[in-house]
């Protein structure tokens, strides 16, 4: 995929000036996922030191996401937030910006765009009186640099990309896909990007939908096979998590990025059900090596709806039981390893 000329070559004239100047160098490619209770906030660190965060959690009396957030970057040896990425103008992805802009400096900041419905517009009057003077429009099919990490934009705005990429192909599974309609118009313009290094791929689609993610697989899976998924919606897989497009993006690993009684096990705006069926469908998906969760269901606890404990990354529900992290460091060759922040376990896998 080609860069788009403006966009792009604005961004890959800051990341010249960046490199040096912004963080701590590591060896590896690191993606912090930090626990913000059910909401967004994912942080990643390039091997040549740039960073970028994607979303900002909750916003809270005591500050609690912006202060996690901060704590994430501190452990990556970071002094500054390169690019900020905000997916869509939901409360729990742009509600702890504000704090977290007074916490640590943001450079520039990335959007689908300012348009959205009035009930959203508070977020995003948020995000302008951070970012008014240093953002940037992005859309599907532009490409970010970021040191040796490649980052294709796949989704913005409620458009998707028009040509494959990552060996993306026909989907055989289109023929049975149960389709269902659109939802959220919000979460349909969110922001989404596949990060490659490598034979390494991490998909975070942000909070697109059932619907949006068969327009993405059908009647081409337009992104191929990826080795780590952020799941969209939370996990709430009632309204997100189509098979035909879970099932196609074959993830090796998936990160649930839920709450302890949001996301996984639970309802999405419109279904009343809570489900079990959520994990189980996880859990089915060909290939897959292992599933980490930021908390534990308590919606549904039940262990065998859950993953194994060790991989889950907070247990409760209270200030003690919470704010752990996840983190995936990825190698060059491929090989990367996954640690749960509450406990130190990790587990180590090899891209396909």
């Known amino acids: ?63 609690r996401d912006a202060k996690r957030i901060v704590a994430a970057a501190t452990e990556a040896g970071l002094t500054k937030i390169d690019y900020l990425v905000i997916t869509h103008y939901h409360a729990d992805h742009v509600g702890g910006l504000e704090a977290l802009a007074e916490m640590i400096p943001i450079e520039r900041c990335l959007d689908h765009g300012t348009n959205t419905e009035e009930s959203n517009q508070r977020w995003v009057d948020a995000y302008l009186a951070v ?84 327009e993405l697989s059908c009647p081409v899976n337009k992104v191929g096979e990826v080795t780590v998924y952020q799941t969209s919606r939370h996990g709430a897989f009632d309204d997100a998590g189509a098979p035909t497009h879970l099932y196609a993006i074959k993830p090796q690993v998936v990160v649930v990025n839920n709450g302890p009684r949001k ?60 704010g752990h992290w996840i983190r995936a460091s990825v190698n060059q060759d491929g090989t990367f390893t996954v640690t749960n922040g509450r406990n130190g376990f990790s587990r180590s896998y090899r891209a396909r």
Request: aromatic share 6%.
């Open 263 to 322: 996301g996984l096990g639970g309802t999405s705006p419109g279904f009343t059900e809570v489900s079990t069926a959520h994990y189980d469908r996880i859990a089915r998906t060909p290939g897959i090596e292992g599933i980490w969760q930021a908390h534990r269901s308590l919606l549904d606890p039940e262990p065998t709806h859950n993953t194994a404990e060790d991989m889950i990354a907070n247990l409760g529900e209270t200030a003690e039981d919470g």
């Open 1 to 63: 995929m080609s860069k788009v000329s403006m966009a792009s070559v604005w961004l890959a004239g800051l990341v010249c000036v960046s490199v040096g100047t912004a963080t701590a160098q590591s060896p590896t490619f690191d993606i912090y996922w930090v626990d913000v209770e059910g909401g967004a906030a994912t942080l990643v660190v390039s091997p040549s030191g740039e960073s970028l965060l994607v979303d900002t959690g909750w916003g809270t009396d005591d500050d």
């Open 131 to 214: 970012c008014r003077d240093k953002r940037t429009a992005i859309e599907s099919g532009e490409t970010v640099p970021f040191g040796p990490v490649d980052i294709d934009i796949i989704a913005s705005d409620n458009r998707l990309i028009s040509a494959t990429v990552n060996g993306g192909g026909p989907n055989p599974l289109c023929a049975t896909a149960e389709r269902k309609t659109q939802a959220s118009p919000e979460n349909q313009r969110s922001v989404g990007a596949l990060f490659t290094y490598g034979r390494f791929t991490f998909l975070d689609l942000g909070d697109l939908n059932w619907a949006k993610e068969i």
